[in-house]
């Protein structure tokens, strides 16, 4: 404690004890014991009351035992169900959960994985795909602190997400492999690459993998269908020591719309396992593309992310060019103008834009001449500052000119502009809205509008280009910030107006994924409409088959859902109940499961796992060694952890009720003796 607080405690002491005397000593003429009591309960309140005034802190030493944590993840895939190991499953969490010593020495924290993780409830094992790598990238985040093993249950066949033996995680990572681990013969298509898209009349690639696990020598033939006709065929050989192969070849696009084609490869004599030997994939063959146009007068990397993030989608081909260059007369063969940062360049081309009701999406950033983009065009204009500014981006989840969906923008690199407000003189929606620092803004970052046939748009920054890297370090993939992207210009290429309802639905499912439909409906201001009432109908001639469902309102959006499906191609048409809007098109369901394409267990890069991470492997029945192992390891060790924590004393409740008392006790005293 310190000396100034002990002086005020002195101080109090000396205090207290002179008012009390004063009050029944000296005061009084009668020098009874009574009286003495009296000052003393006096003394007692007024010393507690200046202490707590004072309101010292009391240091008080906390010593606690910290256990080591550790973490059980279980593959809660389907593919544990279909070889009938979900009982062995069971039987080793069980024998971890009920294990006393284990969990004395541990804090033993359980987590359930397939695609995603998520905290141990109960198991099911229906996840439809396995993301090995996703519980180690999960626990690097959660568990940054200190040394935390891993028990990782599962029978080592990943259908999707990185290959473990490649994840960073710093601590022992105990893999525990159910299920045989034997290899059989097996011939499958390990992955198929194609493009989405591609124009009618044109080729298009396909490459396709193939692997054989066996000791014979084999030849057989893959063969791929469209519509039950043959349209390739290749013959391969496979022996021991040629254990894969890959096929390149490429298909005619000779029909528009959505096509089914189906990879077959021949299967081996007695083979178990034929689920793996085909695969379904769709393109969709289409007859125009959309030409887009980037003008710029600076270089930047947001050139390359726009032209590469654009033409991601087949349907879309962009040229840059440099402002100086351009002949304003080619500026009517394109359906989108974006115009990179502009300047006084960029005159001749903003009065062709303005005249011609050619769509635009206006980039700016720091090189921008807002003297000349303020006068340039009458939809908005900002005010002119120096300085510039970083700014975040902040989804607008209102947004409802077209479908769209926060991509993860809160945890995107900010873009740099100059500082100042962006002020509107026409009807706008705003996508993303400006953040700066922790501070959420009303001004949009990104925002569309619309008027007299022309549709428009401005991103308020540069550098861009980080938030697709940004997307795919997240994701591992270009695919969502490049699907944003193609909304975006799906809507600003689109030279359907007035377009009110509009829906989109993948064209491939599996026969075990949920099947989700989503549309927008607006009213004939293009404002979402959430009153009116959607319904889709879902057909199939063959069968007969016919399913008429409503859409329910989901954040801003009308989504349908459907499930149980038998395997077949579909029909669907999204209609307005007492409208005349109706969108049409088609999706297919196959029979197949990515998780029955296994039936053995793989243990090769959960072995390398487990020696990168100073671990071990363990299989079927070996639950007794696992625990012998963590209880024997180094990470079985308790940390024992002194903490000083300082406790106000006024945060002592039981003082009030003390002085309480003394004043209680004083009056009664008064009181009874007639001193009141």
Known sequence: METVTLLYILLVVVGAFILAVFQYIFKSKEKSQLNYWLSFLRFLTLFSIGIL?????????????????????????????????????????????????????????????????????????NASETNISKPLQTFSKIYKDGVNPVILITDGNSTTGS??????????????????????????????????????????????????????????????YNKGKKVYAEVFNFSKSERSKTANFYLNSTASGIQYFTASIETLNGEKNTINNSKTFSVEVIEETSQVLVLTSVLHPDLGMLKKSIESNKQR???????????????????LIIAYQPTKDFELIFSEMNTSKINFLIVTGVSTDWNFLNNAQPFFKKEIVAASENYLPHFNPNYATFINEDIGFSEFAPLENSFGDLKFSIPYKTVLFKKIGAIETEQPLLATFEIENQKGGILVGENSWRWR??????????????????????????????????TSVKPLFYSNELIEVTASYFDKNLNLDSRVKLWLTVSNKETNFLL???????????????????????????????????????????????????SQSNDQELKKLSEKTSGKIFYTNQQEKLISSLLEANTA????????????????????????????????????????
């Open 53 to 125: 005034f004072i309101n010292p802190s009391i240091k008080k030493r906390i010593v606690e035992i910290v256990k080591p944590t550790l973490l059980v993840a279980v593959d809660n895939s389907a593919s544990i169900k279909n070889n009938t190991l979900d009982s062995t499953v069971q039987k080793v969490v069980a024998s971890v959960r009920s294990n006393l010593a284990l969990n004395s020495t541990y804090d033993v924290a359980y987590y359930s994985f397939g695609g995603n993780v998520k905290t141990l409830d109960s198991l099911n094992f």
């Open 163 to 224: 290959a473990v033996e490649f994840s960073t995680y710093k601590s022992p990572v105990y893999p525990f492999v159910v299920g045989d681990t034997t290899v059989i013969d097996d011939i499958y298509i390990r992955q198929l690459n194609t493009n989405s898209y591609s124009f009618i009349n044109n080729q298009f690639p396909v490459e396709v993998f193939i692997n054989y696990e066996g000791t014979k020598a084999v030849t057989k033939k893959l063969s791929v």
């Open 317 to 335: 081909s962009v040229t840059i060019q440099n402002i100086k260059d351009f002949k304003i007369a080619e500026a009517l063969n394109y359906q």
């Open 469 to 502: 890297m940004n997307s795919f370090i997240a994701t591992k993939s270009f695919e969502t910030f490049d699907g944003f992207m193609a909304n975006l210009m799906q809507y600003l290429t689109s030279n359907l107006k007035n377009k009110r309802l509009n």
């Open 548 to 598: 008429k469902t409503p859409f329910a309102l989901n954040n801003n959006r009308f989504v349908a859902e459907l499930s149980d499906l038998p395997a077949a191609e579909y029909s669907y048409e999204v209609t307005v109940e007492n409208q005349l809007e109706r969108v049409t098109g088609k999706f297919k369901i196959i029979p197949f499961e990515l998780e029955q394409q296994f």
């Open 637 to 676: 060790k308790s940390i024992q952890k002194s903490n000083v924590v300082k406790t106000p004393l006024i945060n002592w409740k039981w003082i009030l009720g003390f002085i309480l008392f003394l004043l209680s006790v004083e009056w009664f005293t008064r009181k009874y003796y007639g001193k009141i």
